[in-house]
């Protein structure tokens, strides 16, 4: 029984009798569903049947399985092509027996009872487009709860721009009323549900092959309308796919078609009189729709037609579906894709002709609607070789987290060049997508210098997210204002590249207190702290450097266009990679200008960017300098020309003395990543420190009036011709081996503010007559002669004059107060035979090592309480020492070889905590230490642990390896070194891990044992191992995980089995796929003068590949 000829009047007679017979033939299964469905359909189209019995009825419907109930409500849906007089009543029916029946399987379907549906809104001329039409009562599909559509009348409105469409209120907050109806709003739903309910399209995005792709039905506008949209598309550079007029047609679309759809940017629908005929055109259609959930956009284009009549499927589009439901009565599936297929693109926002408007015009709005859409999902360029960006990229994702529904904002922070903005952009390429708005803000530092260019900026903004340039933006305050009100309400991804000051984020964001949930920020910066104000807290990326590997592949894509260099290149190509230091920007422009260059070339070439720094690398690194201070700015080049690499205090106690405020300096130049901090020592990037140096150079022509002199050269010129200047306040005079030189005797005479000399391998053969008093580093080490009688060194921080003949009596029998001296270091000076009254309070490092002529101490040394380290190593002449030592802040103390002491007491002394190094109470040298066990339990805890003797003396042994060590606190210690103490033959006792629970290095030398415990892998954190001159060590077990060094001389009797184990060991280190730089810092050191012959790969010279 075919269910479309049905006799309704079967069903009408009484409705009792109806209602017993329609539960005794589902009880019974005798009647096919659709012929239940089309009744049930029939009677409520009509109105007829009372809400009890309609809605018993349909619950006992659903007791059928759930393939039956699935073809039932698809021939119900299907039989609503009427006129609904009662819509409001046959709607309630169904809603509450949908919503109060359990399903036997809920992936079937599952519909949503309440929701709201918008009429479109049409755009008129001269006035604004009229508010949506009464709520309707529908069931809606979850996927389906989409913005009013905004139709385009050009004929009425020069104006082709559309607002932003509203949000649709969630369900749980929305209670419609039902509401009468000129047409099937339930056929429209459930068209779209049955649609969502067949195969869909890879969730993968499309490729971009095409910008348009156009579906159009060629009878209707091909030589007309269509073909004049092309032509426009394609002279305005859009790749357009238009299908070839030739092309044999059928039923099902070619695979050709659909891999065009679905690699297209932008789809446009051509909604004509005869459109819905063409099953070839429906088909193309189904598959739009489809891609339309995975991110593409779909523009339909309603030419001479009523977007109504093609939502509702009224006219000759009812009249098609109709005929196509006829043809395919086996397949009804197909065409109820098809209705759900227009419905739910004619509900789109697109565009209308009608007859009287210009056609030129109308293509013209559609132009430009391409062109903002094409504009805003055009992926960015990211780079022409972007090696090292992926790795990175997919860090910053990571730190985004997409699927989190948060706010976040991330900080991409590093140096100029360092490839901030490339990050950002490959991240923005593969998460923006996901976001119902972006942007991405170029260059926002140097574009926020004006009013006018913060307003642009504002209006790129909405125009990128909202497409519509209808909103101008007059001052700051009120963009700011717009923006929120205006993308508050959506998922947003913003990008703001090269920012320098918080303002720079307020201008956009404010206080970044209302963007909607899941929304993400990314700011590249220079400057580390740039956001510490702002009200979410960000989470920070910092850019490392490319690797070695990384490194020599962009200068290799960029100088041959290969992933390595030439063989003959190899050796020069190294060098250019020492000097760009993993810098992207440096290595991209040396490459590009060495690309088709000779050897000889490249050699002169490198020569060249030693010494003349690349302007275009030196601009972009130049603009973190420019946002200093005059403070910063001193402080930075000082660095740069004098103190990179030294320890961060040291430097800072010469800064401050010279009022540069390093304390708060330092920490912003670390900010704006001018320079690093490494293991406490002040650390820069190699161009960043040319930058800096070239700063220098670029004050004058004239040496004498530069700021600083590093250069030896420069610096040997000036001094030795006497052309100084008071400008100059920082002269560094180093050679790379020693050498002799004559100095002009008053060469400082007129560098009045003379801050800094430093001289190294550098003799001077010639008597200074003149020194500036204002210096605060004096480094002259090997100087033969006195200092001259008329410097006063008062405001000196550092004295390092190791090996001169310095006459300190003549220094400190002056009545001055040395309150900034922190640092002297005077080894070697065999003119020094006592050690007057230093009046320096504030002193904390005195180096006295090697002074073989120093008898004596003044006593005011054992009141130095900020003293830290004191070094009297080998002063074999030292005989009298202070007997009241009243130190607080001692960290080390070296007497090693201090032969002649007579007398040390410490037990007056307030040890600090934690105290690092005592050499030499523990050694034979000093003969005479009072009570050496009480010295040693008033000692603290310490960290370096250093044991020393000889063969004649024993007395360490007695209280360190007797019975006391079991009651001496080794907590602390970090390093222990154990040297040539004869009765030491075994280490048992000592390798018990709760003694050294924190041993990072043990050194043995000289000492007879002859296997080293299996308990050494119990210290975890040990990664130092030294092992010299242990004639009798057969056997080293396997060592801690944690080891990395392991440096084994002249102990000629350990065993092949423990060689093998510790290669195997450090083998195991490196995992399969990991890079030969991940495994720096790992050291193995052998004996013997030659490459053993099982070592699998071997080469002459100094590389070897493998």
């Known amino acids: 029984m075919k269910w479309s000829t049905i006799d309704e009047t079967e069903y009408l007679g009484s409705k009792r009798l109806h209602y017993e017979n329609l539960k005794k033939r589902n009880k019974d299964g005798e009647s096919r569903t659709k012929g239940h469905w089309f009744a049930i359909s029939t009677l409520l189209l009509k109105g007829k049947l009372k809400t009890r019995k309609n809605f018993s009825a349909l619950k006992a419907l659903f007791k059928l399985k759930t393939r039956k109930n699935f073809s039932a409500l698809k021939a119900l849906f299907q039989g609503l092509s009427y006129p609904l007089p009662n819509c409001s009543f046959n709607l309630r029916v169904i809603q509450i027996a949908l919503f109060h029946h359990r399903r036997p399987d809920s992936s079937s379907f599952s519909p949503i009872f309440e929701a709201k549906l918008r009429s479109p809104i049409i755009h008129h001329p001269h006035r604004r487009p009229h508010a949506p039409s009464p709520t309707r009562f529908i069931i809606l599909l979850t996927h389906l709860r989409s913005p009013a559509p905004v139709i385009h009348h050009p004929h009425r409105s020069s104006l082709l721009n559309k607002p932003s469409p509203t949000h649709a209120p969630s369900p749980s907050c929305y209670r419609p009323k039902p509401h009468r109806s000129s047409f099937s709003t339930l056929q429209i739903l459930m068209a779209a549900f049955l649609t969502d309910a067949g195969d869909s399209f890879s969730s993968s995005t499309h490729k971009g092959d095409y910008d348009v792709f156009l579906s159009f039905r060629g009878e209707d506008t091909r030589h007309g309308f269509t073909g004049h949209l092309y032509q426009a598309l394609c002279d305005k550079g859009f790749k357009t796919f238009i299908d070839n007029e030739d092309l044999q047609r059928g039923e099902e ?34 598959k739009i729709v489809e891609c339309k959930k995975i991110g593409q956009k779909v523009l339909p284009v309603f030419y001479k037609v009523d977007p109504s009549k093609v939502r509702k499927q009224e006219g000759s589009f009812g009249l098609a579906l109709t005929t196509h439901e006829k043809k395919f009565e086996n397949n009804i599936e197909k065409v109820l894709r098809w209705r759900a297929a227009l419905c739910e693109a004619a509900s789109l926002s697109g565009w209308h002709y009608e007859d009287g408007f210009p056609e030129y015009q109308f293509i013209r709005g559609i132009i430009r609607e391409v062109s903002s859409t094409k504009l805003n999902r055009t992926k960015l360029f990211v780079a022409k070789y972007p090696i090292g960006v992926d790795s990175r990229a997919k860090f910053v994702e990571n730190l985004l987290d997409t699927k989190s529904n948060d706010v976040r904002v991330v900080e991409i922070h590093g140096l100029g060049g360092i490839g901030k903005t490339t990050i950002a952009k490959a991240v923005y390429n593969r998460v923006a997508d996901q976001f119902e708005g972006k942007s991405f803000l170029m260059n926002v530092r140097e574009n926020s210098r004006t009013d006018c260019s913060i307003i642009e900026l504002q209006e790129q903004l909405l125009f990128e997210i909202l497409g519509s340039k209808e909103f101008k933006v007059h001052i700051t305050s009120r963009g700011i204002n717009v923006i929120k009100e205006k993308l508050s309400c959506k998922k947003i991804l913003l990008i703001l590249d090269d920012v320098d000051k918080l303002g720079q984020v307020e201008n956009f964001l404010g206080k970044c207190d209302w963007l909607a949930n899941g929304s993400r920020v990314i700011i590249t910066t220079r400057d580390r702290h740039v956001l510490t104000t702002l009200e979410i807290d960000p989470l920070i990326y910092e850019v490392v450097q490319l690797d070695r590997h990384e490194a020599l592949q ?6 041959f266009n290969k992933n390595k260099p030439e063989a003959d290149y190899l050796l020069l190509a190294n060098q250019f990679i020492c000097y760009a230091n993993g810098l992207p920007l440096a290595l991209q422009i040396i490459g590009s200008d060495l690309r088709g260059r000779s050897i000889h070339e490249w050699e002169s070439e490198l020569e060249k960017y030693k010494n003349i720094p690349n302007k275009e690398i030196q601009n972009i690194l130049k603009v973190s300098f420019e946002g200093l201070d005059k403070n910063e700015h001193d402080i930075f080049l000082d660095i740069a020309c004098f103190f990179k690499g030294l320890s961060k205090n040291y430097v800072v106690d ?3 003395a010279c009022n540069l405020y390093p304390d708060s300096g330092i920490p912003k130049l670390i900010d704006k990543c001018l320079i690093r901090v490494e293991f406490d020592k002040l650390s820069m990037h190699d161009l960043i420190q040319q930058m800096g140096r070239e700063i220098v150079q670029q004050e004058s022509n004239v040496l004498g009036k530069r700021t600083r002199l590093w250069c030896y050269d420069d610096a040997l010129e000036v001094l030795t011709d006497n052309t100084g200047s008071d400008k100059i306040r920082g002269i560094m005079l180093c050679f790379h081996k020693p050498i002799t030189v004559a100095l002009a005797p008053k060469a400082f005479k007129r560098m009045r503010n003379l801050k800094f000399l430093i001289v190294d391998n550098v003799h001077i053969c010639e008597e200074l007559k003149y020194l500036p008093n204002g210096l605060r580093l004096l480094q002259l080490p090997n100087y033969p002669f006195p200092l001259p009688s008329n410097f006063c060194p008062q405001k000196l921080v550092t004295l390092k004059m190791p090996c001169s003949r310095i006459r300190l009596e003549k220094f400190f029998t002056q009545e001055f107060q040395f309150q900034n001296w922190k640092c002297i270091n005077l080894s070697g000076c065999e003119s020094i035979t006592k050690l007057p009254n230093l009046c320096a309070p504030n002193l904390e490092n005195l180096d006295l090592s090697f002074c073989k002529n120093l008898v004596e101490c003044h006593e005011s040394i054992g009141f130095l309480d900020k003293l830290q380290e004191l070094r009297l190593f080998c002063c074999k002449k030292l005989q009298n020492f202070p007997s009241h030592l009243m130190w607080k802040s001692l960290d080390l103390l070296d007497f090693l070889f201090c032969s002649s002491l007579d007398f040390l007491s410490l037990l007056f002394t307030d040890w600090r ?29 310490p960290k370096v642990l250093c044991l020393y003797t000889r063969k004649s003396r024993h007395r360490c042994g007695r ?8 009651f001496l606190d080794l907590s602390n210690v970090e390093n222990l070194d154990l040297s040539n103490v004869e009765n030491l033959i075994e280490l048992d006792f000592l390798m018990k891990s709760d003694y050294f629970p924190i041993l990072e290095s043990l050194y043995i030398n000289e000492i007879n044992i002859i296997t080293i415990p299996e308990s050494i892998t119990k210290f975890t954190r040990l990664w130092s191992l030294g092992i010299k001159c242990c004639k009798y060590l057969r056997e080293i077990p396997r060592l801690p995980r944690s080891i990395r060094e392991v440096y084994i001389l002249n102990s000629h009797s350990l065993h092949p089995q423990s060689l093998n184990r510790l290669f195997s060991q450090f083998g195991s280190l490196w995992q399969p796929r990991q890079k030969p730089s991940d495994l720096e810092g790992y050291e193995l050191i052998l004996p013997g003068s030659e490459i053993p012959k099982w070592f699998n790969h071997q080469s002459v010279g100094n590389s070897i590949s493998f």
């Open 959 to 966: 209280y360190i390896f007797g019975k006391s060590y079991a």
């Open 554 to 559: 962009l200068l290799s894509k960029y100088a």
């Open 654 to 656: 010469i800064l401050a």
């Open 253 to 286: 679309i070619s695979a050709e078609l659909i891999k065009a759809i679905k690699s297209s940017m932008i789809l446009i629908i051509i909604f004509s009189q005869n459109y819905a005929f063409s099953t070839w055109c429906l088909e193309e259609l189904t």
């Open 913 to 941: 905590d934690g105290i690092i190094m005592v050499r030499g109470l523990y050694s034979y040298c000093c003969k005479n230490v009072m009570d050496l066990e009480d010295i040693i339990y008033e000692l603290p805890p």
